[in-house]
């Protein structure tokens, strides 16, 4: 295998890691996203990179996608491991249409997810949920339920449901994707 072959191998490995992570976990280690950006510098100073990313257009691609997402940090809306990795992606693709495409794709991806998670809450409140628990099997009912997990304490004693969407796993495929078909 040589050697640009190699750092897409272990590009797509890292980014499958870091899917894997935040699809189950919803949490970006902050060594994996050191990792990636270590992984990016270097296949841009050696000259490997896959994506013939120059170094000043991957460094202004990490300070777009940074600068883009750091807002949504500060609102609450994203995780910080979000804006990491959407900065670890900006150096790796740099200012370009498979950058975007991987904003856009994660977003839509995202997006679904959280429709998603609107109409199973409404559905487990409804009294079609109801129905169903009382009339599936025990082992069916159980997937229905709400995990005991899934709300979490507040400081004014009353729980809240965790919201929490993997968004830089959606980035991730959404950059697996890209990185398979270029």
Do not use: C, E
């Amino acid at each position: 295998m040589h050697i640009p072959g190699l750092v897409a191998f272990t590009s797509l490995l890292w980014l499958v890691v870091i899917a894997v992570m935040d699809l189950r976990v919803r949490k970006v280690r902050n060594w994996m996203v050191l990792l990636g950006l270590f992984m990016g510098l270097a296949a841009i100073l050696v000259g490997v990179q896959p994506f013939q990313v120059s170094i000043w257009n991957g460094l202004n691609g990490m300070l777009v996608a940074s600068t883009a997402l750091l807002p949504f940090y500060a609102l609450r809306w994203m995780g910080a491991g979000d804006v990491k990795f959407a900065a670890v992606m900006g150096l790796w693709f740099g200012l370009s249409t498979n950058l975007l495409l991987i904003w856009i794709g994660g977003s839509l991806l995202a997006g679904m997810h959280g429709l998603l998670v609107l109409l199973w809450r409404s559905l487990l409140w409804s009294p079609v949920a109801s129905w169903v628990q009382a009339h599936v099997p025990l082992r069916m009912a159980a997937v229905l339920a709400v995990p005991a997990n899934q709300y979490l304490p507040q400081s004014n004693g009353r729980q809240q449901i965790q919201r929490s969407i993997p968004y830089a796993g959606y980035m991730a495929l959404m950059a697996i994707w890209v990185l398979m078909n270029r």
